[in-house]
């Protein structure tokens, strides 16, 4: 019999272990803890990586005083075909146990092989349950735009994959009695195939973590006259567009702008910003520090930003523009349904077609000559960020979940 008020979840973020000791990402643990607080009890199954903890993933031990009401669940980690044939048997069964212990099921679908959350989903609907399904990007999308830059084998996957991800997709958020969908993009995609479909948001800026008045206040006087200061958080991947970016600030050098640049965080592009930089010359205007693991120095690097300055490719409702709203940065980027509905009410960030180098360059340009603009735009963002934090979304999915499931 389901266990009244609990809530068993699936979440691809995987799990990582050392000397026993299971260790999750820090981000997912805060999310198990704001879910923690709106159910009686939370069952998560994760996939368990075979590789050791990277940074930013933490004991579990550490977290002890908010997982006394979460039980954590590895699956087997088999994105590929053979690996997940072989663990499909004896983890449908497993999840199959699992399903009939709680009241309300929430699974996050994306992939093909491997996707346990869409095996869920499909085993809970032949099951008779109603389920929600939760997703922040368009999976299927992402992996088709990759045919353009991925080479050798992860060319030939994406060929083979991105059509057989879409009809598993829509497969499932058919049958599921509730859909929710992070952010307008992803929203848009997948609304005509859910009977309930409903945007929702899964961020982890805490209330106290919003800029304060006094800081906005001197970053509105500041912004009337410092030299631009342009900041991006996240993966260096092809999906982020971290040679676009390059390519904007050097336009804004060649326009005689003065300003500052980072990129915070790692990824497969990393080695081709750092050469472009160089053929650019462009090191003196831009640092590239990695990742950064302390979240007060993360928060501070949003905040002493003037512009948010992003080129994202994908379908994808990333969480660093509502991070950099909260933080009073202006977003400068290019649009999308999920940017152009985070500033609709207020206007706080300037957009422009995706691939559009030379209008972003513009638009940029255009802030650093207008100082009174920015600093409008940054009490705009400002207001735009300010309802978002992680208390009230959680609290907005779970009332969701208990409604109507």
Known sequence: MPDPGSLLIYAPVPLHQRDGVLYVERQAANGLRLWAANFTHVTVMMPLSPAPPPTGWIPVTDCADWFERVTIDPLPMAYRPDQFLRAFSATRAHIRDRIDTAEYLSFAIGGLFGDWGSVSALLAHRMGRPFAVWTDRVESRVVQQSIATATGRAKLRARLTHRPMAMLERAVIRKASLGLFHGKETFDTYAPFCANPQIVHDIHIAPEDHIQPDAMDAKVTDALTAPLRIFYAGRADPMKGPLDWVEVLAGLRD????????????????????????????????????????????????????????????????????????????????????????????????LVPIDDVAQLIDKVAGLDQDRGLLADLIKRAVADGKPYNDVEVFHHRSELIKAYL
């Open 255 to 350: 326009r005689g702008v003065a300003f500052t640049a980072t990129w915070l965080g790692e990824g497969s592009e990393m080695a081709q910003m750092r050469d472009r930089i160089e053929a650019l010359d462009l090191s003196g205007h831009i640092a590239l520090p990695g990742f950064l693991d302390r979240r007060a120095a993360v928060l501070e690097a949003y905040r002493s930003a003037q512009i948010f300055l992003f080129c994202h490719k994908t379908p994808e409702s990333p969480r660093c523009l509502i991070e950099a709203l909260a933080s009073g940065t202006v977003l400068a980027g290019y649009d999308g349904a999920y940017a152009r509905d985070l500033i609709a009410d207020n206007g706080g960030g300037v």
